[in-house]
């Protein structure tokens, strides 16, 4: 991601709230606070169906976020 915005390419991180400790260590560590989109935790045992309904939830923030909107 700082790559990215070095480079002048917005990016996006989607997550889930479980790694929200984590991100914000290295964020402190890199002094860089990335753009993050936070879902639900845990996503590896749910349906197709819910994951399409947590990515659609999800979708105007990572649009606004990307656009800085």
Request: charged share 25%.
């Amino acid at each position: 991601m700082l790559d990215l915005d070095e480079r002048g390419i917005p990016g996006v991180m989607i997550a889930t709230t479980a790694f929200r400790e984590a991100a914000a260590a290295q964020s402190a560590s890199l002094g860089y606070e990335p753009a993050i989109v936070w879902v639900p935790h845990p996503i590896q045992n749910r349906t197709d169906e819910e994951i399409r309904a947590i990515a659609d939830e999800a979708m105007e923030e990572i649009v606004e976020k990307l656009t800085g909107g």
